[in-house]
């Protein structure tokens, strides 16, 4: 599916004064919007609309096609009616249906190749008078877009993921514009579109309540699902979906995200047995909506931290203290010095590896890791003017100490200090923090990858 731009308007004046004025009649341009994204910047040149101008009297244009030439959607000989005082609706819709305006609309099942067949998109005008400036019409999903988004523990790379229990036909009224699922019609598997090998899968849907069904193909032939007892999938909304593929399961956690589609919230529901969000702490994904609409505070894993500026630099306030989609408390995550109940106030502990996720191997920042989008671990010029700015500000949690040796279990460090976790890793593979509390220097100092359990905090892109 091809993107609408913003900066098509630019072309606005220019085709204003480019306008076939033979018989002093303008030509009818389409100039489009940005509302939401998918896969690319804009429309490609030579695709096209089905556009129908609906006047007082009656349709004046059913289902033109239009082209785009870089700039606007034209038809050749589509041009307007000579009353420049009478106002029309203007509908589109994108991809054009030689047949006509689409009343019903069904989703590939297979969409492994790409998910440009099976989306909608459509604009609404009304009031539209005639002239020779181009229409500006504003393009909306009309669907919904899924991202699943894969940690594999499995020993074989995952081949297959398909999202079922959903009925992939819509009925579809364009001059609302809508999309509703087609009463009576039956649930069918979607096999998703691979965007990055093992690790990210995308499907668009029509919107609906349903249990939704996930199942998961490795290559050596095992297949793994499960089923949300209930999710909500709106129309223009974009929803992620972790999955955790061990050697026998996946576990499921949901979020929302806001990247490219509208926002779409919390799926809701939980899983038939693992993996739903519920338990040890607020599990997050590494793209969790930060919510950054409110100033002062961040939200992330459905917690809402207050910030503060210090340093120059926007911190999170307190510790972080969600659980990484898949994570589990004593495997790269441990509860602070003080407990489950001091989480509230101390936040949780993390090994490198957890709290910079897939970033965990950069060799330049900014490492964003398990920070809600833009945000990031701090490096380690930020750790200093963290500290020169308010030696007080940062909170001991104490630190987890692995099992060094064969026969040795882990431990916590004394509560009474704590280090702030800093990023991307050391020339010699090591990562910064930041050394403070009871009996510590406060400085800047490293330890190596992945091994003590240390306190993050998030600091806001700049």
Request: charged share 20%; net charge negative.
């Given at each position: 599916?091809?993107?609408?731009?913003?900066?098509?308007?630019?072309?606005?004046?220019?085709?204003a004064?480019?306008?076939?004025e033979r018989?002093?009649?303008?030509q009818?341009?389409?100039?489009?919007?940005?509302?939401?994204?998918?896969?690319?910047?804009?429309?490609?040149?030579?695709?096209c609309?089905?556009?129908?101008?609906?006047?007082s009297?009656?349709?004046?244009?059913?289902?033109?096609?239009?082209?785009?030439?870089?700039?606007?959607?034209?038809?050749?000989?589509?041009?307007?009616?000579?009353?420049r005082?009478?106002?029309?609706?203007f509908m589109?819709?994108?991809?054009?249906?030689?047949?006509?305006?689409?009343?019903?609309?069904a989703?590939?099942?297979?969409?492994?190749?790409?998910?440009?067949?099976?989306?909608?998109l459509?604009?609404?005008?009304?009031?539209?008078?005639?002239?020779?400036?181009?229409v500006?019409?504003?393009?909306?999903?009309?669907?919904?877009?899924?991202?699943?988004?894969?940690?594999?523990?499995?020993?074989?790379?995952?081949?297959?993921?398909?999202?079922?229990?959903?009925?992939?036909?819509?009925?579809?009224?364009?001059?609302?514009?809508?999309?509703?699922?087609?009463?009576?019609?039956?649930?069918?598997?979607?096999?998703?579109?691979?965007v990055?090998?093992?690790?990210?899968?995308?499907?668009?849907?029509?919107?609906?309540?349903?249990r939704l069904e996930?199942?998961?193909?490795?290559?050596?032939g095992?297949e793994?699902s499960?089923?949300l007892?209930?999710?909500?999938?709106?129309?223009?909304?974009?929803?992620?979906?972790?999955?955790?593929?061990?050697?026998e399961?996946?576990?499921?956690?949901?979020?929302?995200?806001i990247?490219?589609?509208?926002?779409?919230?919390?799926?809701?529901?939980?899983?038939?047995?693992?993996?739903?969000g519920?338990g040890?702490?607020d599990?997050?994904?590494p793209?969790?909506?930060?919510?950054?609409?409110?100033?002062?505070?961040?939200?992330?894993?459905?917690?809402?931290?207050?910030?503060?500026?210090?340093?120059?630099?926007?911190w999170?306030?307190?510790?972080?203290g969600?659980?990484?989609a898949?994570?589990?408390?004593g495997?790269?995550?441990?509860?602070?010095?003080?407990?489950?109940?001091a989480?509230?106030?101390d936040?949780?502990?993390?090994d490198?590896?957890?709290?910079?996720?897939?970033?965990a191997?950069?060799?330049?920042?900014?490492?964003?890791?398990?920070?809600?989008?833009?945000?990031?671990?701090?490096?380690?010029?930020?750790?200093?003017?963290?500290?020169?700015?308010a030696a007080?500000?940062?909170?001991?949690?104490?630190?987890?100490?692995?099992?060094?040796?064969?026969?040795?279990?882990?431990?916590?460090?004394?509560?009474?200090?704590?280090?702030?976790?800093?990023a991307?890793?050391?020339?010699?593979?090591?990562?910064?923090?930041w050394a403070?509390?009871?009996?510590?220097?406060?400085?800047?100092?490293?330890?190596v990858?992945?091994?003590?359990?240390?306190?993050?905090?998030?600091?806001?892109?700049?």
């Amino acid at each position: 599916m091809k993107l609408l731009s913003l900066y098509l308007l630019a072309g606005a004046a220019l085709l204003a004064g480019c306008s076939d004025e033979r018989e002093g009649t303008p030509q009818v341009r389409i100039v489009p919007e940005i509302e939401t994204r998918v896969t690319g910047m804009h429309f490609d040149a030579q695709d096209c609309i089905g556009l129908t101008i609906v006047r007082s009297a009656g349709v004046y244009v059913e289902n033109a096609r239009l082209s785009y030439d870089g700039s606007a959607f034209t038809a050749s000989g589509l041009m307007w009616y000579a009353d420049r005082s009478e106002g029309a609706t203007f509908m589109a819709y994108y991809p054009y249906a030689a047949a006509g305006a689409p009343d019903r609309f069904a989703v590939a099942t297979d969409q492994r190749q790409g998910l440009e067949a099976s989306d909608l998109l459509a604009a609404v005008k009304r009031d539209v008078v005639p002239g020779s400036a181009p229409v500006a019409m504003t393009f909306r999903h009309l669907l919904s877009q899924l991202t699943v988004v894969v940690s594999n523990q499995a020993s074989s790379a995952v081949s297959e993921v398909a999202v079922g229990g959903f009925v992939p036909e819509a009925e579809v009224d364009l001059a609302v514009p809508q999309a509703v699922v087609r009463q009576g019609a039956a649930a069918q598997e979607v096999l998703a579109c691979e965007v990055t090998p093992d690790a990210r899968y995308r499907a668009v849907l029509v919107p609906q309540r349903a249990r939704l069904e996930v199942r998961v193909r490795t290559e050596d032939g095992k297949e793994r699902s499960r089923t949300l007892t209930e999710a909500q999938l709106d129309a223009g909304k974009r929803y992620d979906l972790s999955i955790v593929v061990t050697e026998e399961d996946i576990a499921l956690a949901l979020s929302g995200e806001i990247e490219d589609w509208g926002e779409g919230g919390q799926l809701g529901g939980g899983s038939d047995g693992s993996g739903d969000g519920s338990g040890d702490g607020d599990k997050t994904d590494p793209d969790d909506n930060p919510g950054g609409d409110t100033p002062g505070e961040v939200q992330i894993g459905g917690v809402r931290y207050p910030t503060v500026r210090l340093g120059g630099c926007e911190w999170m306030a307190r510790n972080l203290g969600v659980l990484p989609a898949g994570a589990t408390i004593g495997s790269g995550v441990w509860y602070p010095a003080g407990g489950e109940a001091a989480v509230a106030t101390d936040g949780l502990l993390y090994d490198y590896a957890t709290a910079a996720g897939a970033d965990a191997d950069a060799a330049e920042g900014p490492v964003r890791g398990i920070c809600p989008a833009g945000w990031h671990l701090p490096d380690a010029g930020e750790l200093k003017l963290l500290a020169a700015a308010a030696a007080d500000f940062l909170t001991p949690a104490g630190y987890w100490i692995p099992a060094l040796s064969a026969g040795s279990e882990g431990k916590y460090g004394a509560a009474q200090k704590g280090y702030l976790m800093g990023a991307p890793l050391t020339q010699e593979g090591r990562y910064n923090c930041w050394a403070y509390g009871e009996g510590i220097a406060a400085a800047l100092a490293t330890t190596v990858k992945p091994s003590y359990g240390i306190s993050v905090r998030c600091v806001k892109d700049r």
